[in-house]
């Protein structure tokens, strides 16, 4: 890695090193702590015009675990450019 000039991609493989076999299935998901640590295949990503945001975007996606659980992220616009070229369907 270099210095504070981490890419989006080696953050995700540095976490993917530090949780390693502690990852979690959506179905364990819970309002008891802030962060999971997740393994997901996206399905299916697609733009919308955000609501009420004079033309901005962002990113609707759907993914799934290893059992099949699905579960819907947003990603916004501040972050839109960072995450796109690591998303593939």
């Known amino acids: 890695m270099r210095g504070n000039t981490t890419t989006l991609r080696e953050k995700i493989e540095l976490m993917h090193k530090t949780y390693g ?16 640590a997740l393994k997901l295949r996206l399905v299916r990503c697609y733009e919308l015009l955000a609501y009420g945001k004079g033309g901005d975007f962002t990113l609707e996606c759907v993914f799934h675990d290893k059992e099949g659980d699905r579960i819907h992220g947003l990603v916004k616009k501040p972050v839109l450019d960072r995450v796109r070229p690591i998303l593939k369907e």
Not at 21 to 36: A, D, F, R, T, Y
Request: overall charge positive.
């Open 21 to 36: 076999s502690s990852i979690n299935l959506i179905k364990e998901v819970n309002p008891s702590k802030m962060q999971w």
